[in-house]
Every structure is written in structure tokens, then in C-alpha cells.
Antibody, heavy 122, light 107 residues
Framework: QVQLQESGPGLVEPSETLSLTCTVS????????WRWIRQPPGKGLEWIGS???????NYNSALKSRVTISVDRSKNQFSLKLRSMTAADTAIYYC????????????????WGRGTLVTVSS | DIQMTQSPSSLSASVGDRVTITCRAS??????LNWYHQKPGKAPNLLIY???SLQSGVPSRFSGSGSGTDFTLTISGLQPEDFGTYYC?????????FGQGTKLEIK
């Protein structure tokens, strides 16, 4: 059974860069396409960006200038970097696995990490 | 971006009740609509994909319907473990977007 686990700092100073890693265990990193999603405390879900088997990526336009998502297949990991952090970036960050089906090409997220709370503060 | 609007924002219901949550998209999204359930302190859990397909392992009391702009999640026979927040999500186009959530309380 494939599981995801986020790792990274819980506290980031303003203007610094957040680096998070998601480790895929119990299966292959090729089993899904990968996403980062965040949730400010007490609020809703926001898609940050996606990476695909092809190596392509796309990002939320609101964050695009600050975000990089990458994959390290040799380590069964994928990563998020978010630059120039501000208090507005304080959130629970989730890594998630996305897939679709032969009969429906819409992406759905059927794998989630437990989430990691990142607080931006000096 | 496609806006997803859920109603109601919150509701309270009793065990055994039939509960309906609605999600409306700001433009037609065909059946590119998924539903998730999130308990406090936990990650969301996929319930329904492609508007009406039940995710493996999800109890059959959950069902989804709709197409175009209007969608419904129904819980037939509410159970105590169904409390939490429910989110719809469109996958018709990038960026994928979520509804604001519907918080379900068990009376």
C-alpha cells in the first residue's frame, strides 16, 4: 500500500525559502502523478502545483513565480520549493498522488500525506 | 479560474438521516468533479470521482450525481464517523479548484 510522508521545517522566517520533501513508500513513484496542496489553518484547500511522469510541471498562477516542484525517482521522492515566504504562506502543506482512469481523464487525488504545518514567523 | 461554490456552508444532522450537499461550478465542467471528506487534523479522503464513481473502500451510503454546473453528494443513512468537512473539487481545467467546504456536525 503506497504511503506518502512530508518532511521539512515547521518554521520558516519571512523572505526565506521553504523546502519540503514527500517520500513515497510501499510502492513506485511511477504509480501516480504528484501534487502539492496547502490549507491555511481553519480554511480551505489550495492547489500549489503538479508534476507528471513526463517530467512536465504546472503551477498555480498565483504562486508560479515562487514555486518549483521536482522529482527524484532514485529516492522515490518529490519536492516543493516556495521562495520569498510571507505570513500568508502559513499553512498545512500536503503532498498528494493523482491519477485518472481509462474511462475518465479527470485527475483525482486518492493518495495524501498526513500534512505538515509550516509557520512563517521571525 | 473556475469557482466552486458549496451549499450549505454548515449543517447539523442526526444518525440515520439522509444528507445532501450541493456544489455549483462557475462554468460547465462536464463530470470532472470529485468529492472529499476531511476530519479535523487529518488529510482529505477521496469519496467520489468523476461526479458519481465511488472510490474503492468508500461505504456505499455515499453517492454523487450531477453534470455540467450542478452536483450533489448524498449520504444515505448518516453514521457518527461521517462528521467533518466535505469538499468538492473540479478537475476540468488547471488550476484545479476546490469548494469552500461544508462542515457537517452530528447531532
Amino acid at each position: 500500500q503506497v504511503q506518502l510522508q512530508e518532511s521539512g521545517p515547521g518554521l520558516v522566517e519571512p523572505s526565506e525559502t521553504l523546502s519540503l520533501t514527500c517520500t513515497v513508500s510501499g510502492g513506485s513513484i511511477s504509480s501516480h502523478h504528484w501534487r502539492w496542496i496547502r490549507q491555511p489553518p481553519g480554511k480551505g484547500l489550495e492547489w500549489i502545483g503538479s508534476t507528471y511522469h513526463s517530467g512536465s510541471t504546472n503551477y498555480n498562477s498565483a504562486l508560479k513565480s515562487r514555486v518549483t516542484i521536482s522529482v527524484d525517482r532514485s529516492k522515490n521522492q518529490f519536492s516543493l520549493k516556495l521562495r520569498s515566504m510571507t505570513a500568508a504562506d502559513t499553512a498545512i502543506y500536503y503532498c498528494a498522488g493523482a491519477r485518472n482512469t481509462a474511462s475518465h481523464d479527470g485527475w483525482f487525488f486518492d493518495l495524501w500525506g498526513r500534512g505538515t504545518l509550516v509557520t512563517v514567523s521571525s | 479560474d473556475i469557482q466552486m461554490t458549496q451549499s450549505p456552508s454548515s449543517l447539523s444532522a442526526s444518525v440515520g438521516d439522509r444528507v445532501t450537499i450541493t456544489c455549483r461550478a462557475s462554468q460547465s465542467i462536464s463530470n470532472y468533479l470529485n468529492w472529499y471528506h476531511q476530519k479535523p487534523g487529518k488529510a482529505p479522503n477521496l469519496l467520489i470521482y468523476a461526479a458519481s464513481s465511488l472510490q474503492s473502500g468508500v461505504p456505499s451510503r455515499f453517492s454523487g450525481s450531477g453534470s455540467g454546473t450542478d452536483f450533489t453528494l448524498t449520504i444515505s443513512g448518516l453514521q457518527p464517523e461521517d462528521f467533518g468537512t466535505y469538499y468538492c473539487q473540479q478537475s476540468y481545467t488547471t488550476p484545479v479548484t476546490f469548494g469552500q467546504g461544508t462542515k457537517l456536525e452530528i447531532k
